[in-house]
Structure formats: C-alpha cells, structure tokens
C-alpha cells in the first residue's frame, strides 16, 4: 500500500472502507525554518486527520495520522511534522492523487468519480493542479539530442480548431495542445520553448499551409520544413477530383472517381479501361492525373536527387499548362519543392499525430464533448502521459 516507512499502529476494516492508523517511526523532524535536525518533541496534534490514501478491491483506504509537533533546538521555533508523500493541508496522499488521475486519464469526468467515491469538480481541480498547458517539454526530451516535430489541426468543437505538437522522431509523444488556430500562437508558442529544446528541432512536418510555413520559418530558421506526404497526396486527389467535376460540367459525360483517384496500379481491369478512356478524351483530366501519379512517384523514388528530377519535370510541365487550376498547382509544388523533397532525407509524416487525433476523438466521445477550453486542453494532454510520470514524478505535470 506504499507506507512501507511508516509505523501501523491499527487497521480497521469496515464494510465499505478501511482505516489505517499509522505515524512516522522517527523521532525526529527538520525544522522548516533553519534546517536544523530536532529530537524535542513539543506535543501532538489534538486529532487525528483523515486522508484518503488509497483503494483495495474498490474501497477506499484512509490513513489517519496525528502529526507531533516539534520545537526547534536552534531557533526555538514549534513546528508541525510533515508525513512523506502528503502535502499540507491536503485531504489525500500523493500516492491517492495519482491513482485518480490515472482513473481520468482513461474514462470521462463522470466515470472516473463514480469509480473512486470522489466528485467530478474534485478530479477537475486536481487535474488544474497536476497537468500544465503544455507539458515540460525539456523532461520529456530529455535523452534526445535532435528530434522532428509534426504540427497538425484538429476539430475542438465543429470548425473551431486546436492545433496539436508533438514529436514524431526519434520517439513519439504529444508535447502540446494551442488552445485555437490563430498563427499568432502557434508562432508564440515555438518562440517561447527553451532555447535548449529549439536548437534540438531539426526539422518540422507540416500541411501545404503556406501560413503555417512562413510561421515555422519565421520562429524556427533553422529547421527544415518537411511537407506531409500524406498531405501532399490527399491534396493532388483532391485537385484531381475537383478537374474532374468541372470537366464533367463542361463536357456533360459523366467521368467516373475510381479509375482516377485508385493508385493506377491498383485498378480493376474495367476501371484501367475507363481511365484510358478518360486519357483519350479529356486531355485536361489526364494531365491532372498525371501529376498526382508523378507525385507519388516523387514519394517512391528511391532517393532525393531521384525524387527531385521528376518533381522538377512536373513542376515544369504545369508551368506551361493552359488550364488555370494547373497551373496554380505547379506555383504550389514550386513552393513547396524543399519541403516535399526534404521527405527523403527525414522520412517522417503526420501519420502518428492523426493517431493521436484519432484517440481524441474517442475520447471526446465518451466525455460527451467539453465545455472548457482549458479542462479540454490538460484532459487531453493528461490521456497521453506515460503512466510512470503520474506515479513516480508527480513533479513533471506542473
Ligand atoms: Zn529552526
């Protein structure tokens, strides 16, 4: 039960709870105003306090402890004991503080106060006090000298977004949760870390936001911009389809989706025969889906100066395209040609950050939504604490 260094003096078992009366085995305390050792006991506190310490089969264990007050061999001054693991004044014992965030960080406000006999608003304060904003970023970078960060959105509240940090390489962890989207904190907020964790970010993955790219350069200089092949892929279907759409308006013949959004390998015999169709007789779609292949060819190849020779062939191929749209992507792959090739040399992408807004989701779900910004933001960070930070360094949250 974690009292290993204490002294039981009785265990009461009742039906629905356990109480265990126990005290410090030393007769001795340091004064808290000059350090100074003493053995003179002064006199103990009238009662006995109740705190809540722990659960055994789902009941509560208390501990009763009566603190001696102390007086100062040096400085005459009376003290009372302080008992390891309890703060003063608090009505449980670090080790009971854990436990209940470990129950939060799993379920919703409701669930976990059912679970431990305690109130929603009590798990809400407790979580004010134990986790951050953000968490303490040079702790838990601490073993790596240079790392990649990924920046991605996603939906606090319908359109109302957040946006999410963490780090994607050598190891993989959320670090923060911005409270809105604005550009204004997102660039704060790079600015503000520690000049240790700053010089250690080599390089940044990001979506072809070219906001977000003039912010990371502006904050970050010297860390390399990757694009989030993910991204970049999702974004040339999406430009393929929209080609298609319009053609269809055009021309009247309906143009199926498959044949051109499929990666071309994987095609049906049947949907190969209506993309040569389309190749055939609607130039401008082709050429759309020519580009979105050759950009996955750009992902395929099996280095940078591979990858950025047939990126550079595209780019020049939509330069001197008739179709407006086209040439709009050819200036946005030119803007982003380092950050697309930079892939190659870093190899990392926003995949584990999607995870992370996966969990969220669900975890939204089963909170039924949250009405505060800042409860959202610690619950959120809370979920993806290593559970060793909760029990062996409650020190790290804050
Ligand atoms: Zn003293």
């Known amino acids: ?114 679970e431990s006999g305690t109130s929603a608003s009590t798990l809400r304060r407790l979580l004010f006090r134990c986790v951050g904003q953000q968490i303490n970023l040079e702790e838990a970078l601490r073993d790596v000298d240079a790392f990649v960060l990924s920046i991605d959105e996603h939906s606090y509240r319908g359109r109302d977004m957040m946006v999410t940090v963490t780090c994607v390489w050598p190891k993989r962890r959320l670090l923060a949760i911005l409270p809105d989207d604005r550009m204004k904190t997102l660039e704060r907020f790079l600015r503000q870390l520690p000049d240790t964790v700053r010089r250690r970010i ?85 050429h759309f889906h020519w580009v979105k292949e050759q950009l996955r060819d750009v992902y395929r190849a099996s280095n940078r100066d591979e990858a950025a020779a047939i990126l550079d062939r595209v780019i020049f191929e939509t330069q001197s395209a008739s179709d407006a749209a086209l040439m709009q992507w050819g200036r946005t792959l030119r803007r982003w040609r380092e950050a697309i090739l930079a892939y190659h040399t870093w190899r990392v992408s926003n995949g584990y950050t999607e995870g992370v807004h996966t969990k969220i989701k669900l975890l939204k779900r089963i909170s039924y939504g949250f009405r505060n910004r800042e409860i959202y933001v610690r619950k959120m960070l ?17």
């Open 1 to 114: 039960m974690g009292l290993q260094s204490w002294i039981v003096y009785r265990t009461v078992h009742q039906s629905d709870s356990i109480h265990v009366y126990a005290g410090r085995p030393r007769k001795e305390a340091r004064c808290p105003d000059c350090g100074q050792l003493t053995r003179c006991v002064y006199d103990r506190t009238r009662e006995w306090k109740r705190k809540l310490h722990t659960w055994c089969n789902e009941k509560p264990v208390y501990l009763w402890v009566r603190p001696r007050r102390f007086q100062c061999s040096a400085c005459r001054k009376v003290f009372t004991e302080r008992f390891p693991g309890i703060r003063p004044w608090a009505r449980r014992t670090e080790r009971a503080e854990a436990l209940l965030l470990q129950r939060l960080k799993a379920g919703s406000f409701r669930r976990a106060a059912q």
């Open 202 to 286: 080599r390089a940044v993955c990001i979506d072809l936001k070219d906001a977000w790219r003039h912010a990371v350069k502006r904050a970050l200089p010297g860390a390399v911009i990757v694009a989030d092949p993910f991204h970049v892929i999702q974004d040339a279907n999406r430009r393929v389809d929209e080609a298609r759409l319009v053609e269809q308006q055009v021309t009247g013949v309906r143009l199926r989706r498959w044949p051109l959004l499929k990666n071309e390998d994987d095609l049906t015999e049947r949907q190969a025969a209506q993309l040569a169709a389309i190749r055939k007789h609607h130039k401008n779609v082709a």
């Open 382 to 398: 809370l979920a993806f604490m290593p559970l060793a930070w909760l029990t062996s360094h409650p020190q790290l949250l804050t």
